[in-house]
């Protein structure tokens, strides 16, 4: 795990690798992806696993606190605004690069844990694996409504380069919500993924589609009434499930149904006033 920080107090290096990255190359990605496959693993050698960890692909384990955590989001936040992350995931939309697609749901997740929970219903996790995170990224994953992931997202998003979204970013979000807007009533999170899909807004697979339902979710842009986002909230983990054992998506995406709509408010906050069409 590479921190941007480099505390001496946690005992963190400070890795030259991540400074002012733009993105893990595809050839690391691969290695990744081989390593993480038990009928493939044994079958990366010496000098690509060498390779893909000075590409940040690959990172050891680091142990972390509910202190170390607090230090980490304090630095982070310091340096990373919300338009930072929601920059980030404008620009992932046409650029399709996931090391900045889960920025913003990050950056929403942790700000509400940091700011009202601190550990009280969510702790963070004994350590952060961020070799398995990064693989997931690649994998079309989200952040699963974890605090582990977002920590680790964000910490390395805060020395990576940002990012500024074009006008056909913008165009391919309005033409999400607006689609989002115009779902039956019924519909529920994975039908908007699959209409997203379909409907070739923009170049993703079901998995992309999916993450890109999921973080509008998490920032507070497609939420359910009584189950919010975390743009202005904390829920607890034990408060977040339908009971609906079909479920596939996680919290709030899972309650949301075409009728819930967009909550425009939260979308201009989120992204700005120049979203809506008729702004």
């Known amino acids: 795990w590479c921190s941007v920080y480099a505390s001496e107090l946690y005992g963190f290096r400070r890795c030259r690798h991540f400074e002012g990255r733009v993105s893990v190359d595809k050839k690391a990605v ?3 992806n081989r390593l993480m496959d038990d009928q493939k693993k044994h079958s990366v050698s010496a000098e690509e696993l060498a390779y893909a960890r000075k590409m940040g692909a690959v990172v050891e384990d680091r142990p972390i606190t ?17 338009e930072d992350a929601a920059q980030a995931f404008l620009y992932s939309l046409s650029s399709r690069d996931v090391d900045y697609r889960y920025i913003l749901a990050s950056f929403a997740y942790a700000r509400s844990w940091f700011s009202f929970d601190r550990g009280r219903t969510q702790e963070v996790p004994e350590k952060l694996t961020g070799t ?6 690649h994998r079309g994953g989200g952040i699963w409504g974890t605090s582990g992931k977002p920590i680790f997202y964000l910490e390395q998003f805060a020395s990576m380069e940002r990012r500024a979204a074009s006008d056909a970013d913008v165009e391919a979000l309005r033409s999400i919500l607006e689609l989002a807007d115009s779902m039956e009533d019924e519909a529920s999170g994975t039908a908007l993924a699959t209409a997203i899909r379909t409907s070739k807004l923009l170049p993703c697979n079901q998995a992309e589609a999916v993450g890109i339902v999921e973080t509008l979710g998490i920032c507070g842009v497609l939420e359910a009434p009584g189950h919010p986002g975390f743009l202005h909230s904390f829920t607890p983990p034990l408060e977040r499930d339908t009971g609906d054992l079909r479920q596939s998506l996680s919290y709030p995406s899972n309650w949301w149904r075409g009728v819930d709509g967009v909550n425009w408010e939260n979308a201009v906050e989120v992204f700005g006033d120049g979203l809506r069409a008729d702004s």
């Open 132 to 137: 398995f995170f990064n693989w997931v990224k």
């Open 30 to 32: 691969q290695i990744l």
């Open 66 to 82: 509910l202190d170390q955590a607090f230090e980490v989001l304090e630095r982070v936040f310091e340096t990373v605004s919300l």
